[in-house]
C-alpha cells in the first residue's frame, strides 16, 4: 500500500493498533501526539528505561510529527472534529456507539462481560475470567483497519471518501460465538465447563497440554494406551463418546500425569488429533517455529514482530470488470470459500456483511464439519431442541457463520470439477481456504494453478501454521492454537492451572485477520493491479494481540504471570457474585479517585483511608483482601443495577452477561447487531451481526444461511453451463444436492430454561 498516507490521532490501544496495521503493509503513517504524549506511552508493561512495550509495539513503522497536509485516512478518538466530505477516510474508533452504553467507562474487562466471553471463561467452580491484556482493542483495532480499507476500496470506484467507526463493544460482540442465535433457535445460553465435549485439558509430567478430539477416536486411544475402549459400546459413536467425556477426561488425565508433553502432541498430530502444549514466550521466542518462520526481526535496533500476515504479489495484470451484486463497499468483488468450522466461514461472513458475494464451496464427501451429522447431534445446536429431518441445514453453528452466501457442493476429485473450477476461478477475486499447508495445491485451488486462468487472482490461505518449522503440519484448532499462540500462558491462576477462552477465541481471531489480508491485499491490487498469494499463519497472526508481552520476554527474559482476574496496574479488578446463581459483576479500579468513588458507592468509608488501600500500589499488594468487602455489597445487588450505579459514579463496571442477557439486550439491539432472517428449514431466527460501520456504503446481513448446494444450478448457469451440462456434472457425482458423509460436531455444555 505504498503511497497511502494514514495520519494516526487516535490515543487509544484500538486505534493505534489500527495505524500499526496500516504501516505493517507498506502505508505511511504519521502518529500526531497531544502535548505530554500520547497515553500509551505511560501504560504497562514498562520497559526497563520507563518507556513502554506496548508503545514500542503499536508503533513500530510509523512516523512521528505533524498532520501531513495530504492524507487518505485519519484515524481518530470520539468527539474529535470530524474530516470534512471529500475523498479522505474518516475513521472514529471509541469505546460504545450511541445508546445505553454512550457514556459508560470501557476498559479489556468490561467489554469481555458485555460481549458475553467472559461469562464462558473458566471452570464452573470459580468466577469467570476475563482473558488477558487488550484482545478486545486488538479486535476493535483490525476491525478498523478493515472499514477504513473497505471505504479506500470503494473509494476506488467512486472517488468519494467516507466516515467510517469501529467501537470496542461492537467489535468484541462479534468476536462470541453464536450467542444471539442459539438463544433464538431454542432458548439455551452458554455456561462455564471445564470439559466441554471432546476437549481435554491435561497435566502431562513436565506441562499442561490442551487437545481437542473432535475426530481420529481410534488414534486417541492409541496414544494414551486406551484401546480397550475401541471395543466398549459406550464409546461406539461420537454421540456416545459425548454422553461419556468426563469418563473419558478422566481415562486421559489419569494416562497423561506419566507422559512427556512434547511426546504427546507429538503422538496425537501424527494420529491427527489436534492438541498443543501450553506453551510459554520464554519457550515461544527462542523456539525453531519462530525462528523458522522469522516471526520476530530487529529493525531500528529494536525488537518488533513482523506483520500478521505476509503477502506474495503477483506480476501486475488486468482484473475483470466486476457486476455488482447486492450493496455494501465490496459490491462486484466474488470470493470462492473453500472453509470450515468458525475461523474461515466467519472471515467468508465478513466479506459477505460487506457486499461480497461469497461462493461457499463444500464437497459432498466432505461437508462444512459445523453442519453436523445426518442424524443430528446435541439438541440445543437445532431449532426447537429438534434436529428435524434435516439436521445438516438446521444447525445453528452452521447457519450462524455463512449468512449472505451462496453454496455451491463441488467434488473436486469427480471428473469435471477441475473445469468448473477454473470457470469460477475466471470469475473471481478472492479464493479462501483454511487447510493446512499444501492442502489447496494438492486439489489444484492454490495460487500458482488459479494464476493461469486469472492473473489478478488473489488466494489467501489460512493455515493454524505456516509452511516451515516443526509445526507446519499441525492439525489447529480454535482450542488449541490458543496454548500454541502463548496466550493460554498468559492466563488461568496462579497456582498454575491454565484457562482457554471461552469457545474458542482463536478461531473468531483468525477469521478477522484473514478479513484484513483479503482488504489489503484488493486496496494494494487497487493501486498496483497485482495479485497473489497470502498467508494468514493463525498462530502467528494472534502473537500480535499479545504483542507487548512478547517484546518484553524478549527484552527481559520474563512477562506477565497470571493470577485470576488481576490485571498490571489495576485494583481491585475482578469478578464479584451477585444475587441469582452465576451471576457476576466486574469491576475495574485504575486509579485513586475511582477507588475512592467505589467505596463511597459501597459506604465503607474506612477502606478509602487504610493504608493497605489508599494507593494504586497498596491496593495491587493488598488486593485479594478486597475480595470479602466488596463480596458482602455485590451479593446483594442485581447485577446489571449495581454496573449501571457504578457506571454513574465514574467507576468502570458491567454485569458480566451470558447468551440470554445479550440476546434481550436493549444495547446491543440498539447497536444493530441483531438481525432477524427467515432461513428455509430453521425458520424465522435472530442472528448476531457484525461492528462493520460505514456510513455510505454500509454493510449488513441479509440473508440466512444457504441450504447444502442450493445454489449449484443458479452458479453454474452464470458460468454459462446449460441443464444438460448440468445433470452430466450431477450424474458424474461433481455435484451434488445432499452430503454423501457425516462430520462430527463438537458440544458446550449450555443451560436450558
Given at each position: 500500500?505504498?503511497?497511502l498516507?494514514?495520519?494516526?490521532?487516535?490515543?487509544?490501544?484500538?486505534?493505534?493498533y489500527a495505524?500499526?496495521?496500516f504501516?505493517?503493509?507498506?502505508?505511511?503513517?504519521?502518529?500526531?501526539?497531544?502535548?505530554?504524549?500520547?497515553?500509551?506511552?505511560?501504560?504497562?508493561?514498562?520497559?526497563?528505561?520507563?518507556?513502554?512495550f506496548?508503545?514500542?509495539?503499536l508503533?513500530?513503522?510509523?512516523r512521528h510529527?505533524?498532520?501531513?497536509?495530504?492524507?487518505?485516512v485519519?484515524l481518530?478518538?470520539?468527539?474529535?472534529?470530524?474530516?470534512?466530505?471529500?475523498?479522505?477516510?474518516?475513521?472514529?474508533?471509541?469505546?460504545?456507539?450511541?445508546?445505553?452504553?454512550a457514556?459508560?467507562?470501557?476498559?479489556?474487562?468490561?467489554?469481555q462481560a458485555?460481549a458475553?466471553v467472559?461469562n464462558?471463561?473458566?471452570?464452573?467452580?470459580?468466577?469467570p475470567?476475563?482473558?488477558?491484556?487488550?484482545?478486545?482493542?486488538y479486535?476493535?483495532?483490525?476491525?478498523?483497519?478493515?472499514?477504513?480499507?473497505?471505504?479506500?476500496h470503494?473509494r476506488?470506484?467512486?472517488?468519494?471518501?467516507q466516515?467510517?467507526?469501529?467501537t470496542?463493544?461492537?467489535s468484541?460482540?462479534?468476536?462470541?460465538?453464536?450467542?444471539?442465535?442459539?438463544?433464538?433457535?431454542?432458548?439455551?445460553?452458554?455456561?462455564?465447563?471445564?470439559y466441554?465435549?471432546?476437549?481435554?485439558v491435561?497435566?502431562?509430567a513436565?506441562?499442561w497440554?490442551?487437545?481437542?478430539?473432535?475426530r481420529?477416536?481410534?488414534?486417541?486411544?492409541r496414544?494414551?494406551?486406551?484401546?480397550?475402549?475401541?471395543?466398549?459400546?459406550?464409546?461406539?459413536t461420537?454421540?456416545?463418546?459425548?454422553?461419556?467425556?468426563?469418563?473419558?477426561?478422566?481415562?486421559l488425565?489419569?494416562?497423561?500425569?506419566?507422559?512427556?508433553?512434547?511426546d504427546v502432541?507429538?503422538?496425537?498430530q501424527?494420529?491427527?488429533?489436534?492438541?498443543?502444549?501450553?506453551?510459554?514466550?520464554?519457550e515461544?521466542?527462542a523456539?525453531?517455529?519462530?525462528?523458522?518462520?522469522?516471526?520476530?526481526?530487529?529493525?531500528?535496533?529494536?525488537?518488533?514482530?513482523?506483520?500478521?500476515?505476509t503477502?506474495?504479489?503477483?506480476?501486475?495484470?488486468?482484473?475483470?470488470?466486476?457486476t455488482?451484486?447486492?450493496?455494501?463497499?465490496l459490491?462486484?468483488?466474488?470470493?470462492?470459500?473453500?472453509?470450515?468450522?468458525?475461523?474461515?466461514?466467519?472471515?467468508?461472513?465478513?466479506?459477505?456483511?460487506l457486499?461480497?458475494?461469497?461462493?461457499?464451496?463444500?464437497?459432498?464427501?466432505?461437508?462444512?464439519?459445523?453442519?453436523?451429522?445426518?442424524?443430528?447431534?446435541?439438541?440445543?445446536?437445532?431449532?426447537?431442541?429438534?434436529?428435524?429431518?434435516?439436521?445438516?441445514n438446521?444447525?445453528?453453528?452452521?447457519?450462524?457463520?455463512?449468512?449472505?452466501?451462496?453454496?455451491?457442493?463441488?467434488?473436486?476429485?469427480?471428473?469435471g470439477s477441475?473445469?468448473?473450477?477454473?470457470?469460477?476461478?475466471?470469475?473471481?477475486?478472492?479464493?479462501?481456504?483454511n487447510?493446512?499447508?499444501?492442502?489447496?495445491?494438492?486439489?489444484?485451488?492454490g495460487?500458482?494453478?488459479?494464476?493461469?486462468v486469472?492473473?489478478?487472482?488473489?488466494?489467501?490461505?489460512?493455515?493454524?501454521f505456516?509452511?516451515?518449522?516443526?509445526m507446519?503440519?499441525?492439525?489447529?484448532?480454535?482450542?488449541t492454537?490458543?496454548p500454541?499462540?502463548?496466550?493460554?500462558?498468559?492466563?488461568?491462576?496462579?497456582d498454575?492451572?491454565?484457562?482457554?477462552?471461552?469457545?474458542a477465541?482463536?478461531?473468531?481471531?483468525?477469521?478477522?485477520?484473514?478479513?484484513?489480508?483479503?482488504?489489503?491485499a484488493?486496496?494494494?491490487?487497487?493501486?498496483?493491479?497485482?495479485?497473489?498469494?497470502?498467508?494468514?499463519?493463525?498462530v502467528e497472526?494472534?502473537?500480535?494481540w499479545?504483542g507487548?508481552?512478547?517484546?518484553?520476554?524478549?527484552?527481559?527474559?520474563?512477562?506477565?504471570?497470571?493470577?485470576?482476574?488481576?490485571?498490571?496496574?489495576h485494583?481491585?479488578?475482578?469478578?464479584?457474585?451477585?444475587?441469582?446463581?452465576?451471576?457476576?459483576?466486574?469491576?475495574a479500579?485504575?486509579?485513586?479517585?475511582?477507588?475512592?468513588?467505589?467505596?463511597?458507592v459501597?459506604?465503607?468509608?474506612?477502606?478509602?483511608?487504610?493504608?493497605?488501600?489508599?494507593?494504586?500500589?497498596?491496593r495491587?499488594?493488598?488486593?485479594?483482601d478486597?475480595?470479602?468487602?466488596?463480596?458482602?455489597?455485590?451479593?446483594?445487588?442485581?447485577?446489571?443495577?449495581a454496573?449501571?450505579?457504578l457506571?454513574?459514579?465514574g467507576?468502570?463496571?458491567?454485569?458480566?452477561l451470558d447468551?440470554?442477557?445479550?440476546?434481550?439486550s436493549?444495547?446491543?439491539?440498539?447497536?444493530?447487531?441483531?438481525?432477524?432472517?427467515?432461513?428455509?428449514?430453521?425458520?424465522?431466527?435472530?442472528?448476531?451481526?457484525?461492528?462493520f460501520?460505514?456510513?455510505?456504503?454500509?454493510?449488513?446481513?441479509?440473508?440466512?444461511a444457504?441450504?447444502?448446494?442450493?445454489?449449484?444450478d443458479e452458479?453454474?448457469?452464470?458460468?454459462?453451463?446449460?441443464?444438460?451440462?448440468?445433470?452430466?456434472l450431477r450424474?458424474?457425482g461433481?455435484i451434488?444436492?445432499?452430503?454423501?458423509a457425516?462430520?462430527?460436531?463438537?458440544t458446550?455444555t449450555?443451560?436450558?430454561?
Open positions: 500500500m505504498a503511497g498516507v494514514v495520519a494516526d490521532l487516535s490515543t487509544s490501544v484500538a486505534g493505534q495505524g500499526r496495521l504501516a505493517a503493509h507498506g502505508a505511511t503513517v504519521v502518529l500526531v501526539e497531544p502535548p505530554g504524549g500520547t497515553p500509551t506511552r505511560r501504560l504497562p508493561p514498562r520497559c526497563p528505561d520507563g518507556d513502554s506496548l508503545f514500542r509495539h508503533h513500530h513503522g510509523k510529527g505533524k498532520r501531513p497536509a495530504r492524507v487518505d485519519v481518530r478518538d470520539p468527539g474529535e472534529p470530524p474530516e470534512p466530505a471529500g475523498d479522505v477516510v474518516d475513521c472514529e474508533i471509541g469505546d460504545f456507539p450511541p445508546g445505553p452504553y457514556h459508560w467507562r470501557g476498559g479489556e474487562m468490561v467489554a458485555l458475553g467472559m464462558a471463561t473458566g471452570p464452573a467452580d470459580r468466577p475470567v476475563y482473558g488477558l491484556g487488550r484482545r478486545a482493542s479486535a476493535t483495532g483490525t476491525t478498523a483497519y478493515v472499514s477504513a480499507l473497505a471505504a479506500l470503494e476506488h470506484r467512486s472517488g468519494r471518501g466516515r467510517v467507526r469501529a470496542v463493544f461492537e468484541t460482540l462479534a468476536m462470541a460465538q453464536n450467542l444471539v442465535s442459539q438463544y433464538s433457535y431454542n432458548g439455551t445460553a452458554e455456561t462455564r465447563a471445564r466441554p465435549g471432546f476437549l481435554a491435561l497435566r502431562c513436565d506441562a497440554v490442551v487437545l481437542f478430539a473432535i481420529n477416536w481410534p488414534a486417541l486411544c496414544v494414551f494406551d486406551l484401546e480397550q475402549l475401541l471395543d466398549d459400546p459406550r464409546f461406539d461420537a454421540g456416545d463418546r459425548l454422553a461419556h467425556w468426563p469418563l473419558v477426561v478422566d481415562l488425565r489419569a494416562k497423561a500425569s506419566g507422559l512427556l508433553a512434547d502432541v507429538a503422538a496425537c501424527a494420529g491427527r488429533v489436534s492438541a498443543e502444549k501450553v506453551t510459554g514466550l520464554g515461544l521466542v523456539s525453531e517455529q519462530w525462528r523458522t518462520r522469522g516471526l520476530l526481526h530487529t529493525a531500528g535496533g529494536e525488537t518488533a514482530l513482523r506483520g500478521p500476515f503477502l506474495d504479489p503477483s506480476p501486475a495484470a488486468p482484473t475483470r470488470r466486476a455488482a451484486r447486492g450493496r455494501g463497499p459490491a462486484g468483488v466474488r470470493v470462492l470459500e473453500f472453509t470450515t468450522a468458525w475461523a474461515g466461514p466467519f472471515a467468508g461472513r465478513c466479506l459477505a456483511y457486499g461480497a458475494d461469497v461462493i461457499k464451496i463444500e464437497a459432498p464427501s466432505h461437508p462444512d464439519s459445523w453442519r453436523g451429522t445426518r442424524a443430528g447431534g446435541a439438541r440445543f445446536y437445532y431449532p426447537d431442541l429438534d434436529p428435524g429431518d434435516d439436521p445438516q438446521r444447525n445453528v453453528l452452521f447457519n450462524s457463520q455463512n449468512l449472505d452466501k451462496r453454496s455451491l457442493a463441488l467434488d473436486l476429485k469427480r471428473p477441475a473445469e468448473v473450477l477454473r470457470d469460477l476461478a475466471a470469475t473471481a477475486d478472492v479464493v479462501l481456504a487447510f493446512t499447508p499444501g492442502v489447496l495445491d494438492r486439489l489444484g485451488a495460487h500458482t494453478a488459479l494464476r493461469e486469472n492473473p489478478a487472482i488473489i488466494v489467501v490461505e489460512m493455515p493454524a505456516g509452511p516451515g518449522g516443526p507446519s503440519g499441525h492439525q489447529g484448532m480454535g482450542k492454537m490458543e500454541a499462540s502463548g496466550m493460554t500462558a498468559l492466563m488461568g491462576y496462579a498454575g492451572t491454565p484457562v482457554l477462552t471461552g469457545p477465541y482463536l478461531d473468531p481471531t483468525g477469521g478477522l485477520n484473514a478479513v484484513a489480508a483479503v482488504l489489503t484488493l486496496v494494494s491490487r487497487d493501486r498496483t493491479g497485482a495479485g497473489g498469494r497470502l498467508e494468514v499463519a493463525q497472526a494472534a502473537a500480535h499479545i507487548e508481552y512478547v517484546l518484553e520476554q524478549v527484552a527481559t527474559g520474563d512477562t506477565w504471570h497470571p493470577d485470576g482476574n488481576t490485571a498490571p496496574g485494583a481491585p479488578h475482578d469478578a464479584y457474585p451477585c444475587r441469582g446463581t452465576d451471576q457476576w459483576l466486574a469491576i479500579v485504575g486509579d485513586d479517585a475511582t477507588w475512592r468513588a467505589l467505596c463511597a459501597l459506604d465503607r468509608p474506612d477502606l478509602a483511608t487504610d493504608p493497605r488501600y489508599a494507593t494504586a500500589d497498596a495491587y499488594a493488598n488486593q485479594h478486597l475480595r470479602d468487602p466488596i463480596t458482602a455489597w455485590t451479593s446483594t445487588q442485581d447485577k446489571k443495577t454496573a449501571d450505579l457506571q454513574a459514579n467507576i468502570p463496571a458491567a454485569p458480566v447468551g440470554a442477557d445479550i440476546a434481550t436493549p444495547a446491543v439491539r440498539d447497536a444493530g447487531l441483531v438481525v432477524a432472517l427467515d432461513h428455509p428449514r430453521a425458520g424465522h431466527r435472530e442472528y448476531g451481526a457484525l461492528g460501520r460505514l456510513d455510505r456504503t454500509p454493510g449488513g446481513h441479509r440473508r440466512a444457504p441450504l447444502f448446494g442450493q445454489h449449484n452458479v453454474l448457469h452464470e458460468l454459462g453451463y446449460d441443464d444438460t451440462r448440468i445433470a452430466a450424474a458424474d461433481a451434488a444436492d445432499r452430503p454423501t457425516d462430520t462430527d460436531t463438537p458446550r449450555v443451560r436450558t430454561p
